[in-house]
């Protein structure tokens, strides 16, 4: 099995979806799968780490949810501010239902108040 086709059953989708998700034409997935054409290593070695970065692998959230924290930290990343690997994964746990909005916000507003870091 080739490492593209493992990453994209990891993640439960389809190679229409996985594409769409790395913003690449669906052709180069099923070309990669296939093995008509090998992706480089680094292009591999991107792809594990935004799927992990983005907390894909075994946490099962969306696109959508996906979306949303990308978002967000985007949106922080004008404002110069940064979240540490807790709020990211605080960030996963709201998308998924994990935690309220209430309770991330609640969580956040603590920290500011407390000059910790978030």
Known sequence: MNTVKELRTAAKMSQKKFASYLGIPVAN??????????????????????????????????????DAIRQTKATLAIENLELSDTAVLN?????????SLDEYQTELKQRYINHESY
């Open 29 to 66: 997935i099923q070309n990669w799968e296939k093995e008509i054409h090998n992706p480089p290593a680094y292009v591999i070695t991107l792809i594990t780490r935004v799927m992990k970065n983005d907390g894909y692998l075994g946490n099962e959230l969306t696109p959508q949810q996906i």
């Open 91 to 99: 960030l996963q746990k709201m998308a998924r239902g994990d935690m």
